[in-house]
């Protein structure tokens, strides 16, 4: 079969092995899948390993349809059913990145295999496309429910790339905000607008930690003083970036007692200065992808239309198309998510 897999030169089309499913799997055709900056990642660390690259058949954010049910499986959808998934099964040694191993073929191939009891039925009217924003989608879900916010408090976001845009769309959809979004991209700042952001900044001509009073937020005094019954600070923060530097700059911005959810993905070290956030009691999540829940609210999201998927789809390549579609994402003001379709 047909994939788009990963080289010490890039990404690359050819004939790969066809998946066969193993036990509880199904054998299943991806529909649409979504290019990730972590696929852009791991492209660019492999080519750094020359012949010594694996070969990885990328796409790990994917709707597919049902071919057939493998040994051991229920029988759950019939063939035909447009399913999705996290992107994981349970191999013999324990679970396995479907997108992100060499050992099975993600969504960028004409066929693959998923578990079937991590699979959710993708509702009627909801496209291939959209149902494939699932998955990210769920990292930002997971986020926000890690930040825990309140009625009336504030949040910002850092980086409105695809997931800090998710971000947006979370917790506008569950009714938090007002929103602060910065970004220095004039298109995505235009498109964290559209998904509901209540403020949009440029970094460059605007410090996004100037507008608290704006937003009701009040600052509150530090630990010593802070009465029992008095709320601690209402500000969420979410780093989107990934930036070596940005976690200690968001911390020195926010107000004291602020939450701050670090959802991007920083590959190169970082430093912070434990005592400024020490003085203010900031405290500060990092978050890894989602619960099984959070997929399956994500799932029902785009379905239901909280959260307008179209603005996230820039465009669509087939398997042939796939190595320009990876250039094309290293310009941020051209794309936010590049879906592939590999029929």
């Known amino acids: 079969m ?23 799997q199904v054998l299943v055709a991806p529909l649409s899948a979504g290019i990730c900056g972590s696929d852009l990642h791991l492209v660019d660390a492999l080519a750094g390993l020359g012949d010594q690259a694996p070969r990885i058949v990328l796409g790990h954010e994917f709707c597919a349809e049902i071919l057939e049910t493998g040994p051991g499986a229920a029988g759950r959808f019939a063939p035909g059913t447009r399913v999705v998934s996290v992107p994981h099964v349970l191999g013999a040694a324990g679970p396995v990145d479907l997108g992100l191993s060499p050992e099975l073929p993600g969504g960028f191939a004409q066929r693959a295999v998923m578990q079937e009891s991590l699979l959710l039925r993708v509702p009627d009217g909801l496209p291939d496309d959209h149902a494939a924003l699932t998955e990210p989608l769920a990292v930002a879900v997971h986020a926000v429910r890690a930040a825990r916010p309140a009625p009336g408090d504030a949040a910002l976001v850092i980086g409105c790339g695809p997931i800090g845009l998710a971000v947006i769309a979370a917790l506008k959809a569950d009714g938090h905000g007002p929103v602060v979004a910065a970004d220095f991209s004039p298109a995505r700042r ?10 949009v900044l440029d970094p460059a001509t605007s410090s996004p930690y100037e507008k608290w009073a ?58 912070i200065t434990p005592v400024s956030a020490i003085l203010k009691e900031v405290s500060l999540t990092f978050v890894f992808a989602y619960r099984q829940a959070e997929f399956a609210h994500a799932l029902d999201l785009l379905a239901s ?38 029929r």
Do not use: M, W, Y
């Open 2 to 24: 047909l994939a788009a897999f990963t080289t010490a030169g890039g990404v690359e089309v050819g004939e790969v092995p066809e998946p066969v499913p193993g036990q509880g």
């Open 214 to 271: 704006d937003l009701g937020v009040v600052e509150r005094p530090p630990s010593p003083l802070l009465a029992d019954d008095v709320p601690a600070g209402n500000v969420v923060a979410f780093e989107c970036v990934g930036a070596p530097g940005l976690i200690q700059q968001i911390i020195e911005g926010v107000p004291r007692h602020s939450r701050i959810v670090v959802v991007g993905v920083g590959i190169a070290p970082d430093t």
């Open 305 to 342: 239309g909280r959260v307008e998927a179209e603005s996230f789809v820039t465009g669509a390549v087939g398997l042939d198309g796939v190595a320009k579609a990876f250039a094309d994402l290293h310009s941020p003001d051209e794309h936010v998510k590049i879906i592939v379709r590999p």
């Open 190 to 199: 235009a498109l964290a607008e559209r998904l509901g952001a209540d403020v």
